[in-house]
Each structure stands twice: as C-alpha cells, then as structure tokens.
C-alpha cells in the first residue's frame, strides 16, 4: 500500500480545522478507548526526559502510519474506531521484566538515543490487559535536560513554555501532535519519520499560536480537553513541518 495512510485520513477533517479533544462527539458506541504509551523508564541509567518524549512522539503516529493499521489490516479494527473518537492515551512506565513483557503486546517501539517508548493498540481503558493496567501512570518524572538544537529538516514538535505537564502527560500530548501533523501532511504508509521534540521559548510560541490556530499548512496545535494537569482549551504543543520552521525553539 502507497500515499497517505487512510486511518490518518480520519483525522484531518475534525482536528485539522481547529477542533479540541472536548468538541469531538463521544464515541457513537459508549466505549472509551485510549492508547497505551509505555515509556521505559529504568532505575540506573535514567533515560533522558527530551530523547523519551522523542520516542513517544514518534511511536504513537507510527502505529497510525503502520500497515496493520490500514483498511483490512489485522489492527484496523482496533485503531480505526479510536481515532475516529476521542484519541486519548494513557503514558505508563515500565523497567526490566514489565517492559519486556509490553514488547508481546501488539505496538510499536521506538529508540532514540538511550531512550524507548511503545505505542500499543488502542482499546477500551476498562479492558486493558493486566500486562498494560498494572504499569504505574504517575513515577514518570525526569531531570530537564539540554539536547541542543533539532535537526532542521525533522518534524518537531513544541511543548509550551508556559504550561507544566509530567512527562507522561507531554508524551500523551507530543503522540497527540505527531498524529495531527501526519493527517494534515499526508504522511504515507509506513513511513513516520523520528519526530524531534523541544520546550519552545516564549517569543517563538507567540508567533506560532497564531499560525496553528489560521490552519498555516505544516503548522498545527494541540488544544486540550483539560481533563487532567492543564486548563480546559490549553494549546499543549505545536507541530512542525520541519524543525526550520520555528526559527529559535528554546531547550
């Protein structure tokens, strides 16, 4: 299968024209359903907090973008009724042997640098398997860290300097962001590129709000539902069609 991914197609015509999380009709079926995103977070050494959300970002749209997720694939029926929906994730750590469990599970991991995350299949948060509901959503707090500028040419991803989120609810937000960015670019099958994620600095995020929010193609916004850390409406993150795009980023 070539072009665009279909279930990406889902997105585009809800969150692509400005809509947030809480003016998206419940799921027509009453099921809420969300995607595990299990961050690998070890004792010693910790991963760094930049190259984690990196992998999370990268491994929520990979899941979308992944063949099995197409039309007729052996994922469709679990990932197209979720994005069609509300497309809610659940960020949960995991180390040694519950980490390796995760890994049996259908999903995507993704590496970058010292750090992995993997995005599951979606599916209703009351049926979540033991392997997945027994991982710790809280814990998943890092150091902040310096990784220096982006790749230029890579998708990046901005979180917003002035709301605080812990790491697991900005691994929810970047996956968010990835996904938003890949529908309204067309991102094709099989193909998610290792998105880089840095904390904007003030003057940038107030010259970009204003671009996500006109629908400026290669610029889109995550504005919250506000169910949990932040204000309802709050605009999380932004995503870039390239790192360029944003001049001075910050950290």
Same mark, same amino acid.
């Given at each position: ?9 889902? #997105?585009?015509?809800?969150? &692509?024209?400005?809509? $947030? ?9 009453? !099921? ?40 007729? +694939? ?11 929906? /509300?497309? /809610? ?5 995991? /180390? +040694? %042997?519950?980490?390796? %469990? ?14 992995? %995350?993997?995005?599951?299949?979606? &599916? ?6 033991? !392997? ?33 989120? @812990? ?10 962001? @990835? ?17 880089? !994620? $840095? @904390? ?6 107030? /010259? ?11 610029? !889109? ?5 506000? *169910?949990?850390?932040?204000?309802? +409406? @709050?605009?999380?993150?932004?995503? #870039?069609?390239?790192?360029? *795009?944003? &001049?001075?980023?910050?950290?």
């Amino acid at each position: 299968m070539t072009g665009p991914a279909p279930i990406l197609d889902l #997105l585009a015509g809800r969150y &692509g024209s400005g809509a $947030r999380e809480r003016d998206i009709a419940p799921e027509a079926d009453g !099921v809420v359903r969300a995607m595990p995103v299990v961050l690998r977070i070890e004792r010693d050494p910790l991963p760094g907090r930049t190259a984690l959300l990196e992998a999370a970002a990268t491994a929520a749209v990979a899941v979308c973008t992944d063949p099995r997720a197409q039309p007729g +694939g052996e994922w469709s029926d679990a990932v197209a009724p979720w994005v069609d929906g /509300r497309i /809610r994730k659940i960020a949960r750590r995991a /180390r +040694g %042997a519950h980490w390796r %469990a995760v890994q049996e599970l259908p999903g995507v991991t993704v590496q970058v640098g010292d750090a992995e %995350a993997r995005a599951l299949l979606p &599916g209703p948060v009351d049926e979540a398997p033991k !392997v997945v509901s027994r991982l710790q959503i809280g814990g998943t707090e890092l150091p902040v860290d310096e990784p220096g500028p982006p790749d230029p040419g890579a998708p990046l991803v901005l979180l917003s300097p002035y709301a605080e989120m @812990t790491v697991g609810k900005a691994a929810a937000q970047v996956g968010h962001a @990835t996904m938003l960015l890949g529908a309204a670019l067309g991102w094709p099958v099989g193909a998610a590129p290792v998105c880089a !994620v $840095r @904390t904007a600095d003030r003057a940038a995020w107030d /010259r970009l709000c204003p671009v996500a929010d006109d629908g400026t193609d290669g610029v !889109v916004g995550v504005r919250d539902a506000g *169910f949990t850390e932040v204000d309802p +409406g @709050t605009m999380t993150c932004l995503a #870039l069609a390239r790192a360029a *795009f944003a &001049g001075t980023a910050g950290r």
